[in-house]
């Protein structure tokens, strides 16, 4: 199988990765500063004897400073023929534990991993107890006031389906569109006291768009808004009218949805 380019001396890879994003500066490369991207890149380079210019590497979503992922795929260009099993290998005694490679295999031509995406699934997790919990401060956040997962539940549903979310996301470029389709949008059960974990289902999402939500969520479990509103500030598009932006260590990108 070739690139998309169609030269028969590379293949287009899919690539599963893991990361603790805790002590870089997000996924997407930048100079003179860690980003995933960044060692990623030239960790596959090493590996696969190629450059990193050559990879032209594509994620399937740009996580910002300190946000986690378990299930972020990136697609590359790779000299034909690499052993896969012993790059994987390779790869991760070179990244690991904080960054791990968890599946690489040869993709279909013309596959990229942000456009053939089909969903993405994020959690954010937090912690409500009164005192913080050492062993949960680089991925969960610390809400010390008493959240009503009742509240939270019901605060939740309204973020279901197609909306505008320029209520619930930064700013962007001139011309791009804050419409969003949520597939899924709850609060899943956890066996560890204290710990509370959202999970949206979409298309695709904006900028800050998730911590955004969970910020708001959280103000409706402690009683500071009532869940009904949810609904009237989604639609008044205006980010004056939702909650502060969450923290971005409790952020995982969970998993990325394609065709069979």
């Given at each position: 199988m070739t690139s998309s380019g169609g030269d028969p001396e590379t293949q287009r890879l899919q690539v599963v990765v893991a990361y603790d994003g805790t002590d870089f500066h997000g996924f997407a490369y930048q100079r003179e500063v860690r980003t995933v991207e960044g060692t990623l890149s030239e960790a596959l380079a090493k590996v696969l004897q190629t450059t990193p210019a050559a990879l032209g590497i594509v994620c399937a979503g740009r996580t910002d400073a300190g946000?986690?992922?378990?299930?972020?795929?990136?697609?590359?260009?790779?000299?034909?023929?690499?052993?896969?099993?012993?790059?994987?290998?390779?790869?991760?005694?070179?990244?690991?534990?904080?960054?791990?490679?968890?599946?690489?295999?040869?993709?279909?031509?013309?596959?990229?991993?942000?456009?053939?995406?089909?969903?993405r699934t994020y959690r954010y997790t937090?912690?409500?107890?009164?005192?913080?919990?050492?062993?949960?401060?680089?991925?969960?956040?610390?809400?010390?006031?008493?959240?009503d997962v009742a509240r939270l539940r019901l605060a939740s549903d309204p973020f279901i389906g197609e909306h505008d979310f320029a209520a619930f996301c930064r700013r962007g470029a001139e011309g791009t569109t804050t419409r969003r389709r949520v597939m899924s949008s709850r609060w899943l059960t956890?066996?560890?006291?204290?710990?509370?974990?959202?999970?949206?289902?979409?298309?695709?999402?904006?900028w800050q768009m998730v911590r955004s939500i969970v910020g708001t969520l959280v103000e409706a479990g402690a009683g500071r808004r009532r869940p009904g509103d949810i609904l009237r500030t989604l639609r008044t598009g205006d980010r004056a009218e939702a909650g502060a932006v969450a923290p971005p260590h409790g952020l995982c990108l969970w998993r990325v949805d394609y065709e069979d």
């Open positions: 946000v986690h992922a378990r299930g972020q795929v990136v697609s590359v260009d790779a000299p034909t023929g690499a052993d896969l099993v012993k790059a994987r290998r390779s790869l991760n005694r070179m990244l690991g534990p904080e960054v791990v490679v968890r599946a690489i295999r040869v993709a279909e031509p013309g596959f990229d991993a942000r456009h053939s995406a089909t969903a937090i912690f409500n107890g009164e005192e913080p919990d050492p062993f949960l401060s680089r991925h969960a956040w610390w809400v010390p006031v008493r959240l956890d066996d560890r006291p204290g710990v509370l974990v959202y999970e949206v289902v979409a298309n695709a999402f904006c």
